[in-house]
C-alpha cells in the first residue's frame, strides 16, 4: 500500500488542523494506521492508531483528549483531527500502516507515508 499525506501548515497555538492520510495500492481495509510525528532532536513516536474496521484506537498520552483519529475506508483515507494544538505538536507527522495493528502501535509499521509539516506557533 502506498500512503500520501498531507494537511500539514502553519497555525497558532488553540488551534486546529485536520491532517489526511490518503492510501492507494492494495485493500486499504485490510491495514491498521497509525499516525505518528517526529520533532527535531527527538525520536519518531506514535501519536494515535486506529484498527482496520475503525472500532478501536489508541491515543498518546500528550494528545489524549485533542486530537482525534478516524478512518474512511470506503475513501481509502485516515484523518487526524487535531485540536487545541500546543507548541509542543510542533513536528514532521507521518501516517503508517501494516496488517498488523501490533506493529503500528509498537513502531514498526512495514508502510510508511512521506511527512507532513506541523507547525504551531505560541
Known amino acids: 500500500v502506498q500512503l500520501q499525506a498531507s494537511g500539514g501548515g502553519l497555525v497558532q497555538a488553540g488551534g486546529s488542523l485536520r491532517l489526511s492520510c490518503a492510501a492507494s495500492?492494495?485493500?486499504?481495509?485490510?491495514?491498521?494506521v497509525g499516525w505518528f510525528r517526529q520533532a527535531p532532536g527527538k525520536e519518531r513516536d506514535v501519536v494515535a492508531t486506529?484498527?482496520?474496521?475503525?472500532?478501536?484506537?489508541y491515543y498518546s498520552d500528550s494528545v489524549k483528549g485533542r486530537f482525534t483519529i478516524s478512518r474512511d475506508n470506503a475513501k481509502n483515507t485516515v484523518y487526524l483531527q487535531m485540536n487545541s494544538l500546543k507548541p509542543e505538536d510542533t513536528a514532521v507527522y507521518y501516517c503508517?500502516?501494516?496488517?498488523?495493528?501490533?506493529?503500528?502501535?509498537?513502531?514498526?509499521?512495514?508502510?510508511w507515508g512521506q511527512g507532513t509539516q506541523v507547525t504551531v506557533s505560541s
Open positions: 503508517a500502516a501494516d496488517s498488523s495493528l501490533g506493529s503500528v502501535l509498537f513502531g514498526r509499521p512495514e508502510n
Open positions: 495500492g492494495r485493500t486499504f481495509s485490510s491495514y491498521a
Open positions: 486506529v484498527n482496520r474496521g475503525g472500532t478501536s484506537t
